[in-house]
């Protein structure tokens, strides 16, 4: 197979753990003997910084030209204080998923037995959690008009259209179909008429896909059932807001939002992103967490129809993980900075490699391969 990458790392940590997910690609690609040709590009503060703008129309043109996107992150603390009108580097990701027509992000969401320490809830909690996310990525109140008034007061609104809630909740059931057969819609339909609206819609929607158990949390309780009974979740679908702040929540399950990938789809080349952002302070530092971007590397593969090889790096990560690698902020037995960790899964994918079951044999292996 011969497909075309764009690779946009952004800022912060994002080159770092985009350079481990790109090793993780030149595996497979050895191993299965497929071509990936990738593009670099500039996006975010790196692009304000070289062009003025945090999205170049060279970055956006080279995009719609691939097969698919690898993104690291966007965000620099020296732009946190613009005035009303300026480029933030975030606006980079913001108008390419818009541009691009990318209308659902997907966000999976699965504990790792060997991982269930690092979560502040109990284990017995979280033990086996299996859902996903879908958030709608391109309306609501990130894309409606915003401003301030000369009395103070500042506003944000927020638009729905209905055919936008509908092509994002079709894919949310067709997953269900493949699933556990249960949707659940996030809301606030108790006070907001655009979430009666998304209520009203995915109802239409449920009834062309009568076998899905389809029910109804308010956003607040949703947050809170998250954390109470995780495993009652099989496919969360939710706005643009409350989508966001769920899949974050997400991270306390998992123990680390490191771990957690993303993909964002729909009319346009489609886009692979870690969840996390650039967390400026640990750039430069080599300590990132690269297993969200590998992972997410992973559902590229399964975009492209690849399923062995997605099923290969997860099977990979997973058995780094159990086996007690991981890095310094997992608090696993064998601490290994963001290149080692993707020296090592690469390692693993092209030699067809397992690491044995002692701590220390593993690390003296491990270590003479990167």
């Known amino acids: 197979m011969d497909k075309k990458i764009a690779v946009l790392p952004g800022d912060g940590v ?3 753990v985009v350079e481990q997910g790109v090793k993780v690609l030149e595996a497979i ?19 304000i910084e070289k062009f003025g703008t945090p999205l170049p129309s060279n970055t956006l043109e080279v995009c719609q030209r691939c097969d698919a996107i690898l993104f690291g992150a966007v965000g620099d603390p020296k732009y946190t204080h613009l005035t009303p009108g300026q480029d933030r580097p975030e606006q980079g990701i913001l108008q390419l998923r818009k541009k691009l027509g990318l209308f659902a992000n997907i966000r999976p969401v699965r504990t790792i037995p ?5 979560s502040p809830l109990k284990k017995e909690k979280i033990k086996n959690v299996d859902f996903v996310i879908y958030r709608e990525l391109t309306g609501g109140v990130y894309f409606g008009t915003r401003g301030r008034n000369e009395d103070g007061s500042a506003y944000d609104v927020t638009t729905y259209h209905a055919r936008e809630i509908e092509r994002i909740a079709r894919m949310a ?9 249960k949707v659940t819609l996030v809301d606030k339909a108790n006070v907001m008429e655009t979430s009666r609206l998304w209520r009203e819609t995915v109802c239409k929607i449920g009834q062309q896909y009568p076998s899905i ?3 109804f949390l308010y956003a607040d309780n949703a947050a809170m059932q998250m954390i109470l009974n995780p495993r009652d979740f099989d496919v969360i679908l939710a706005d643009n807001l409350f989508g966001d702040i769920l899949s974050d929540e ?8 490191g771990l957690l990938p993303s993909a964002s789809v729909g009319d346009g080349t489609p886009l692979f992103e870690p969840i996390h952002g650039s967390f400026p302070r640990a750039a430069g530092e080599d300590i990132a967490n690269p297993m969200a971007t590998i992972l997410s590397v992973a559902m590229m593969m399964d975009h492209f129809k690849l399923y062995e090889e997605a099923s290969v790096i997860r099977h990979k990560v997973r058995h780094a993980l159990e086996k007690g690698i991981g890095t310094a902020e997992l608090h696993l037995d064998t601490v290994y900075s ?6 090592m899964i690469a390692h693993l994918i092209t030699d ?9 044999v593993m690390g003296e292996r491990v270590a003479t391969i990167i």
Do not use: W
């Open 173 to 181: 059931f067709k997953q269900a179909l493949k699933r556990k057969g």
């Open 338 to 343: 963001c290149s080692q960790m993707g020296d």
């Open 14 to 16: 994002g080159p770092e």
């Open 352 to 360: 067809h490699y397992e690491l044995p079951h002692s701590n220390s």
């Open 29 to 47: 690609a050895d191993r299965f003997q497929h071509k990936f040709t990738l593009h670099y590009l500039d996006v975010g503060a790196a692009a």
């Open 213 to 215: 158990q389809l029910d």
């Open 114 to 118: 060997s991982l269930l320490h690092l």
């Open 250 to 257: 997400a991270g306390a399950i998992t123990g680390s939002i």
